[in-house]
Nanobody, 122 residues
């Protein structure tokens, strides 16, 4: 059985930084993409970043240059370093694991965590 668990969310001031972690278990995930999506209240789920099984990274336009995704296959873990945070980054952040045909499409991912809340105060 696959489990996906996020950690690292919290409250931070505008301009600050946070690092999210996502650990997957239940199988070996080196042949899977691992990524992040976020959803704010009343908003649609938004692609943030992903690290594919071919070590290609993609970023959403709103986070390019501020967020960095990295991965440790030995630990089945993906990280999201978030710098220069803005109030509009406030959302629940979800880790997604899968073999997406379209890496930026949330419904192409098979496994999801419960989410971790990130709140950026102005």
């Amino acid at each position: 059985q696959v489990h996906v668990v996020e950690s690292g969310g919290g409250l931070v001031q505008s301009g600050g930084s946070l690092r999210l972690s996502c650990a997957a278990s239940g199988r070996t995930f080196s042949s899977y993409a691992m990524g992040w999506f976020r959803q704010a209240p009343g908003q649609e789920r938004e692609f943030v970043a992903t690290f594919t099984q071919t070590s290609t990274t993609y970023y959403g336009n709103s986070v390019k240059g501020r967020f960095t995704i990295s991965r440790d296959n030995a630990k089945n873990t993906v990280y999201l370093q978030m710098n220069s945070l803005k109030p509009e980054d406030t959302a629940a952040y979800y880790c997604a694991v899968g073999r997406p045909f379209y890496p930026l499409s949330w419904d192409d991912y098979a496994y999801w965590g419960q989410g971790t809340q990130v709140t950026v105060s102005s």
